[in-house]
């Protein structure tokens, strides 16, 4: 009985912690939060938000990149990424929903 009172603290603390630091990225002292959905019938497929964009274009843009790539690597074990809408366009003609750049594309198998 005193190993149940023990670890139930214990699994408190651990429920508390969250993947927030690790869909966070640092960029020219700023931080930029990242997400990425797929459908589960096409993992390969992907569309990855960053922002807030109205700090940092670019930091947003590097989020999101981060989000795909560590979602290639995670799924087909290759961070290439073909880019629909990349991160290598014009910063006017960028996809901004909600304050987040948008940006889409398909993992490429190694």
Same mark, same amino acid.
């Given at each position: 009985m005193k190993t149940g009172w023990v670890l139930v603290p214990v699994l408190c603390a651990l429920t508390a912690c %969250? *993947? %927030?630091d690790l869909d966070t990225v640092t960029f020219e002292g700023a931080r930029f939060d990242g997400d990425l959905r +797929? @459908? *589960? +019938?096409?993992?390969a497929g992907?569309?990855?938000t960053g922002g807030p964009a109205s700090v940092s274009l670019e930091g947003s843009k590097?989020?999101?990149m981060?989000?795909?790539v560590q979602h290639c690597i995670a799924y087909l074990g +290759?961070?290439?990424?073909?880019w629909t809408n990349g991160p290598d366009v014009d910063d006017s003609d960028l996809i901004i929903t909600?304050? @987040?750049v948008v940006l889409s594309g398909r993992?490429? @198998?190694p």
């Open positions: %969250g *993947r %927030g +797929s @459908e *589960r +019938s096409d993992r992907f569309v990855a590097q989020a999101a981060y989000q795909a +290759s961070s290439d990424v073909a909600d304050n @987040e993992c490429v @198998e």
